[in-house]
């Protein structure tokens, strides 16, 4: 049986995703994880858009295959790739920038996975909701073109205690 997601698939606008992408100041060559990837759209923006290396964790083996599609489709296996799993056992520590749209609790739970393996400098963007814990180097309440506002937070990695970097 399939383990039951931790949060269920709604997906982020791709207005919101493009704003996230600039918010996180995302670069050509940037590797950007998404934890929960959905339907994609923020690995396809990221590596079409801002000509990121992209790679999404998602529970859901049908969401999994749909991505596979639509990254054969677009010829970006170069640059998109997708990991059926659970993003609480995948290692992250490539990342130059994070992606979530997950739920407060969750990302509660996974703060310390991010702690222990994010680099210093690291970005992450989350949609929606806040890491409790943790001051956000930037905030904003984005305004879509149909009048939906939505939280923004980022955070970057501080460095590590004793560098003096
Ligand atoms: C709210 S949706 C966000 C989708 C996409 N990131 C976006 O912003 O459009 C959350 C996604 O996380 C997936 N998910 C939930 N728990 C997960 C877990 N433990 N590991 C991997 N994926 C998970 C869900 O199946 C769903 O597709």
């Known amino acids: ?8 698939f709604v997906p982020t606008s791709e207005e919101v995703v493009r704003r996230m992408l600039q918010i996180a100041k995302v670069k050509p060559g940037d590797t ?13 923006i990221a ?16 969401f999994v295959l749909n991505i596979k599609k639509k990254i054969r489709a677009l010829e970006l296996e170069d640059r998109v790739s997708i ?25 509660e739970r996974i703060r310390p996975k991010l ?11 989350s949609h929606e909701f806040k890491v409790s814990e943790w001051k956000p180097n930037y905030f904003e309440k984005f305004t879509c073109s149909d ?16 560098s003096k970097k």
Do not use: Q
Request: overall charge negative; hydrophobic content about 45%.
């Open 1 to 8: 049986m399939e383990p039951v997601p931790d949060v269920p």
């Open 32 to 44: 950007v994880f998404d934890l929960g990837a959905g339907d994609g759209r923020i690995l396809i």
């Open 47 to 62: 590596a079409i858009e801002f000509n990121a290396k992209a790679i999404g964790i998602e529970i859901k083996k049908d």
């Open 83 to 107: 990991i059926h799993g659970n993003f609480f056992e995948v290692n992250i520590s490539k990342a130059d920038v994070v992606t979530m749209f997950l739920l407060e609790s969750v990302n």
């Open 115 to 125: 702690e222990r393996e994010l680099k210093p400098g690291a970005r992450v963007v």
């Open 147 to 162: 009048g939906s506002t939505h939280d923004l937070y980022l955070y970057v990695m501080p460095p590590e205690k004793g």
